[in-house]
């Protein structure tokens, strides 16, 4: 079946720090992949998305790459900062007409300190 | 927008109570998803429902049912609580129909503890 695997948490950087979340993914078929960001006391908020191979996506800084040939869609942002501190799930879809689910990772939680 | 609202941020009961959980969507959506969030588990999908009336199990449907009379309101019923049901519950919702299950548009949570 579909299955997605991210990197475990917590993450804690400091300010303007490189980030990366690794996300693997195991389905059948091209599933499109996604990023979602829950912030604090809020429900999810989709990131970013990318539907093919080579697709990347981007958003508020953030980048990911949607690589068929290791079956990842790791995530980025160049310099994070403390309003990036929220909680990251990648999530995958496998287009099925009547039949469509998101599988999403575990989560990964981020916390940015100054 | 779209705007799912859920009806609470946070809710105490106790075991053994039937508990309603409310989720409504102004943007007439014809799909909506309940799911339940915990640490270390991510996100699993309990039911979800693609049409006023129509209901599907999703991976954890054990414990739980659901209910949509209006294609607005989408309800999750825990039937007996049990402390193994203290969780985020999220709902969702996407338009088109089909049960398409993207884009997902979300609510804010409820925090459920069963004591």
């Known amino acids: 079946g579909n299955s997605v695997t991210q990197m475990e948490g917590p993450v804690t950087l400091s300010e303007e720090a490189f980030l990366t979340i690794n996300c693997t993914y195991t389905a059948t078929g091209y599933p499109s992949l996604f990023w979602y960001v829950q912030y604090p006391g809020e429900g999810l908020q989709l990131l970013l998305k990318a539907t093919k191979a080579d697709d990347k996506g981007s958003n508020k800084g953030f980048e990911a790459t949607y690589r068929k040939e290791t079956t990842s869609f790791h995530l980025e942002k160049g310099s994070v900062q403390v309003s990036d501190s929220a909680v990251y799930f990648c999530a995958l879809l496998r287009p099925n007409f009547g039949n469509e689910k998101l599988t999403f990772g575990t989560g990964t939680r981020l916390t940015i300190i100054p | 927008d779209v705007k799912v609202t859920q009806s609470s941020r946070y809710l105490v009961k106790r075991t053994g109570e039937k508990v309603f959980l409310e989720c409504v969507q102004d943007?007439?959506?014809?799909?909506m998803f309940w799911y339940r969030q915990d640490p270390g588990l991510g996100l699993r999908l309990i039911y979800f429902?693609?049409?006023?009336?129509?209901?599907e199990k999703g991976d954890i449907p054990e414990g739980y049912s659901v209910s949509r009379e209006k294609k607005e309101r989408f309800s999750l019923i825990l039937e007996s609580a049990s402390t193994n049901q203290t969780s985020m519950y999220l709902c969702?919702?996407?338009?088109?129909?089909?049960?398409?299950?993207?884009?997902?548009?979300f609510g804010d949570g409820t925090r459920l503890s069963i004591l």
């Open positions: 969702a919702s996407t338009p088109g129909g089909g049960g398409r299950a993207w884009p997902q548009h």
């Open positions: 429902s693609y049409d006023v009336k129509m209901k």
């Open positions: 943007m007439d959506h014809e799909n």
